[in-house]
């Protein structure tokens, strides 16, 4: 253990002592907390002088979100998703080993205050694409939000990945293509601050409900905050109806006040999806990729936060004028697999949903 760790071990709680002592499956020793959330926590971990993010949570929990975050990144297997390395169980832990990524755009808001249009343009066009892929493979993320898109890194900087698939589950079956049915009453399931008016309500998701979560995603990031953001309330309960009265009370007019009219076209077109509308996906990228030709933009990955200078520049991968990543980085192998194998094996993939 290094001086500075001896030097910090009092601030640790015990879990996380116990935690920094273990080697996990005899290769993976956690070196840094990078975050923790209502399942668990995730830590820096190294091997063999190798990277890579640790999800671990105790294995007598009641949400089994790790297991299945692995069954649907196992499944998925789509660009711009992190790559699983290995998912078991240590002790009284379940443990996910995954590809190690960069800061968050919540990270990245907190230091910017706000994005540029051209950095969302660029941003909404892959983080589209990346629902676009998930969907085509039958599964919906429901917990949009800026802690979950975050920077890859080393020669992947420019690409924005989507993460956390804990709460992700299929929304109709891939044999089939028949929807689950739209059931009223539901928990809600997700961020109340990005969830969809319909999730506020209680309504089952599908991909209508990634999309509108996006477009308030987008809107926070240019914005640099929401007209529902800290509503008052005695409890949990009364907070969420304030914030899903206050989304319903906001025209997209007044949320995309000051921003090319294609941002309202967006919240709009994504707020009146129908429950299993097929999205076109294409001509909601082409709002943004119109913004930037308007505005003389380059899409070139040159965001707020890039350091382009000739001492550490990067590739910049091909993408077409739709936005689309024509890349194919070293860590994205087999994304051309489109999961038939696991398809063939079990319908059932996230949050225990199984489909006939």
């Not at 649907?72 to 998912?87: A, E």
């Not at 921003?259 to 996906?281: I, V």
């Amino acid at each position: 253990m290094s001086e500075n760790n001896e030097n910090n071990e009092n601030d640790f709680s015990s879990t996380e002592r116990d935690i920094r002592a273990k080697t996990f499956f005899n290769k993976y020793h956690c070196i840094e907390k990078l975050g923790s959330g209502s399942f668990g926590q995730i830590y820096k971990a190294e091997y063999n002088n190798q990277f890579y993010a640790l999800k671990i949570e105790d294995r007598d929990n009641t949400h089994n979100s790790l297991k299945n975050e692995a069954e649907v990144l196992n499944y998925l297997k789509v660009p711009q998703t992190p790559t699983i390395v290995s998912y078991g169980y240590s002790g009284k832990y379940n443990i996910l080993i995954m590809q190690l990524l960069d800061k968050s755009l919540e990270d990245l808001l907190d230091i910017y205050k706000k994005f540029s249009i051209k950095t969302i343009c660029m941003l909404a066009c892959q983080m589209i694409t990346i629902l676009e892929n998930i969907h085509t493979k039958h599964i919906i993320h429901r917990d949009i939000k800026p802690d979950n898109f975050v920077m890859g890194k080393d020669e992947n900087s420019k690409f924005v990945y989507l993460l956390d698939f804990g709460l992700a589950k299929k929304f109709r079956s891939s044999k089939t293509l028949v929807q689950l049915k739209l059931i009223n009453k539901k928990k809600l399931t997700g961020t109340a601050r990005y969830a969809s008016i319909n999730a506020s309500k209680g309504y089952e998701q599908s991909r209508r409900d990634d999309l509108e979560g996006l477009s308030y995603v987008l809107l926070y990031l240019a914005r640099g905050n929401l007209p529902w953001q800290g509503m008052p309330g005695k409890n949990k309960e009364e907070r969420y109806k304030k914030i899903l009265l206050k989304k319903i009370e906001t025209t997209s007019s007044e949320l995309c006040e000051g921003f090319p009219q294609e941002f309202e076209k967006f919240c709009e077109y994504c707020k009146n999806l129908k429950y299993e509308e097929e999205p076109n996906y294409k001509m909601m990228k082409q709002y943004f990729l119109d913004v930037l030709k308007k505005e003389k933009l380059k899409y070139d990955y040159i965001y707020e936060w890039s350091n382009m200078g000739e001492e550490n520049q990067i590739r910049i991968y091909n993408q077409d004028e739709n936005g689309e990543n024509n890349s194919n980085p070293s860590n994205f192998e087999n994304n051309n697999n489109n999961g038939e194998n696991n398809e063939n094996q079990k319908e059932k993939v996230g949050c225990g949903c199984l489909i006939y």
